[in-house]
């Protein structure tokens, strides 16, 4: 397993008061992502439990594209994965933020 | 009307399950997913682990009933039950004792025991078994929806033959040692695990209602299941889970003893299907649920 947290500063913050969402299994080639509110406003802290070690560089890639992409601020997100490949983790990070903003 | 298609209970994973089967938006999860209950024999192991360890717990109303609900998620381990998973099975049927809901449901889908977790998760699905016979003993039925890629195997197998109630599809499955354990230990003459019409017609839904298993044979969406469950559920509002006696006990062993001898040359599931008065034996693995219920009902 290999483990490392990411934080990116960002804005604008988005609504508060969503209750946390879970996205995906941990399964082979697949991977959970939960999001969760965060007290900084303008962060997006991201936390990778992955168990293909050595890829920290295109998760930094496909994570701060993900963090562009949407401008997600004031979250917590964290993951669980299995040997996800780079597009699946991408479409999985939707997902879980697009779960997460329609959760009332 | 809407045209809504139906969810494959088959394809859909645990959660989805569970809030698709009770009413909508009633699901109230116990140690959701943010707490972090994660495996600390995966951890260990320095395997992958779920926020959730592979089951979600909670409250939720089927059809204005109150119920308590489990579902594992085959997709994580197999659905396998380590001490985390085994331990938010058995509080929650603990806490079926307490609150006296009208009935606790599982939504099995699981190989057994988590072999990581080795000894932990033995006693796990001890306590689980234990947990189900108490909260029956409490007057609160306990029904197993089977319908999941992983079947119910192992101690799971045993905690489903626990269950007052067994709804299950045709691509459920229903066993002791799975396919996969059988041929490792009595070799691939004793039983191919990759011929799958064998492992259909010997551990399938269709062949567990033959032999009785099964209580309710039903289509695999979860509508479905959910109109049988909903069903049951009235049914036991009606007529509530009666403490067991030795009547009930005696009978119930008459019957097994005349299934062994009604099944006594049976060596597969066309024998099976054969001795239950189906006719056309090939037909039996293609006959759309309703028929098939159909025509055994007529044969009893």
């Not at chain 1, 293909?52 to 994570?63: H, K, Q, S, T």
């Not at chain 2, 997913?33 to 600390?40: E, F, V």
């Not at chain 2, 289509?219 to 509530?240: G, H, M, N, W």
Request: charged share 25%.
């Amino acid at each position: 397993m290999e483990q490392f947290t990411l934080s990116y500063k960002t804005s604008p913050r988005l609504q508060e008061g969503h209750p946390p969402q879970l996205c995906g299994v941990v399964a082979s080639g697949n991977l959970e992502v939960l999001v969760e509110p965060l007290d900084s406003a303008d962060l997006c802290l991201i936390e990778v439990n992955t168990s293909a070690p050595g890829f920290r560089l295109i998760w930094e890639a496909v994570l701060s594209d993900f963090v562009e992409r949407n401008r997600v601020a004031g979250v917590r997100i964290s993951i669980n994965d299995a040997g996800a490949t780079p597009a699946v983790v991408g479409l999985r990070l939707d997902q879980a933020l697009d779960a997460y903003r329609s959760a009332v | 009307m809407k045209n809504v298609k139906p969810a494959s209970f088959f394809e859909s994973s645990a959660r989805v399950r569970v809030a698709k089967l009770v009413d909508a938006g009633s699901f109230k999860e116990f140690c959701p997913p943010q707490l972090r209950r994660t495996s600390p024999h995966l951890a260990r192991l320095n395997a992958p682990v779920a926020f959730d360890d592979g089951v979600a717990v909670g409250s939720a109303t089927l059809a204005g009933h109150k119920i308590l609900i489990a579902a594992q998620e085959g997709k994580f381990n197999g659905g396998a039950v380590g001490e985390v998973h085994g331990a938010k099975l058995a509080g929650l049927l603990d806490r079926g004792v307490r609150e006296l809901p009208r009935a606790v449901l599982l939504l099995i889908d699981s190989g057994g025991v988590r072999l990581h977790e080795a000894n932990a998760g033995l006693i796990a699905i001890s306590e689980v078994m234990r947990a189900v016979l108490r909260c029956q003993e409490a007057g609160v039925p306990v029904l197993a929806l089977v319908g999941g890629a992983c079947g119910a195997f192992g101690g799971m197998g045993i905690v489903t033959r626990l269950c007052n109630e067994i709804i299950m599809s045709e691509e459920g499955r229903l066993g002791l040692s799975g396919p996969e354990v059988i041929e490792t230990v009595q070799g691939v003459e004793e039983f191919d695990s990759r011929d799958r019409p064998l492992v259909w017609r010997v551990t399938g839904g269709k062949v567990r209602r033959a032999l009785g298993e099964a209580t309710y044979l039903v289509d695999d969406d979860i509508c479905s299941f959910r109109s049988v469950t909903a069903e049951l559920l009235c049914r036991y509002q009606t007529k509530p889970l009666a403490p067991v006696d030795i009547d009930e006990i005696s009978a119930e062993h008459a019957r097994l003893t005349e299934r062994t001898k009604r099944f006594a040359t049976a060596r597969d599931g066309r024998e099976i299907f054969q001795a239950s008065g189906f006719v056309d034996l090939d037909e039996v693995s293609l006959l759309p649920v309703a028929k098939f219920n159909q025509q055994l009902l007529e044969s009893l």
